[in-house]
């Protein structure tokens, strides 16, 4: 039986990773015509995101093996920093972060809450895609011009290609003595990440 990798799941679905990484809110930013409650609904949202994404972070190291620990702990450190950075652009904004979550953003996150169950191969392969999706993402719709320049860099910036590459080499190890049943797991769950991602931009292009 051949190993499911990362690379695999990219190559057989093409249609829904482009769904997830282009978008016209990313050209509309790029562009510098989205409209600033299109901009602040998807700020708001995805800072509220990031809290729960920052939890799918500890469940992750929580289950994985120590010599992954390196990596992890560096993506800890970058939510750390990008907690605060949210909490500026906000307050930049006067934006209140206590918002209610929308059903897009509360289905992103259930799902994530029920990566807890799942074996640490399927929660590294969904860590890395919805990492991968915002990489790709902003960085195909780079650079984009003022006040979103610094939001492409942030996701977009060559570092974060590297520490993406390496979550996708330990995503790799660990489905390379995962059992089918598993392997088809983290099949579904980088499908759902792709739908969810997409789902996650148009909600926000939606705003009123
Ligand atoms: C919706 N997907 C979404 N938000 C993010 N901040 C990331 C991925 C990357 O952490």
Redesign the pocket.
């Known amino acids: 039986m051949t190993a499911l990798t990362c690379a695999t799941l990219l190559s057989n679905h093409p249609q829904a990773w482009q769904s997830a990484t282009v978008h016209p809110f990313l050209q509309n930013c790029q562009q510098g015509t989205i409209t600033p409650d299109q901009f602040n609904t998807w700020l708001v949202q995805?800072y509220l995101?990031?809290t729960e994404?920052t939890r799918l972070a500890a469940q992750l190291l929580a289950a994985a093996p120590v010599s992954h620990f390196d990596t992890l702990l560096s993506g800890m450190a970058a939510l750390k920093d990008e907690l605060l950075w949210f909490q500026a652009k906000a307050t930049e904004r006067s934006l209140s972060l206590s918002a209610a979550l929308q059903p897009t953003c509360q289905a992103?996150c259930e799902f994530m809450q029920s990566q807890a169950t799942q074996p640490y191969a399927v929660q590294a392969t969904t860590f890395w895609a919805?990492?991968l999706?915002?990489n790709q993402g902003w960085q195909t719709h780079s650079p984009m011009p003022e006040p979103y320049t610094e939001f492409a860099d942030r996701?977009g910036n060559p570092g974060f290609t590297d520490y993406v590459r390496l979550l996708e080499q330990q995503a790799n190890a660990a489905l390379a003595t995962a059992d089918t049943t598993e392997q088809k797991q983290a099949e579904q769950s980088f499908l759902k990440v792709a739908q969810?991602?997409k789902d996650?931009w148009q909600m926000a292009f939606l705003a009123e």
Do not use: G, Q
Request: glycine letters at 0%; proline letters at 0%; a negative charge.
């Open positions: 995805d995101f990031v994404f992103y919805i990492e999706a915002y996701w969810l991602e996650f």
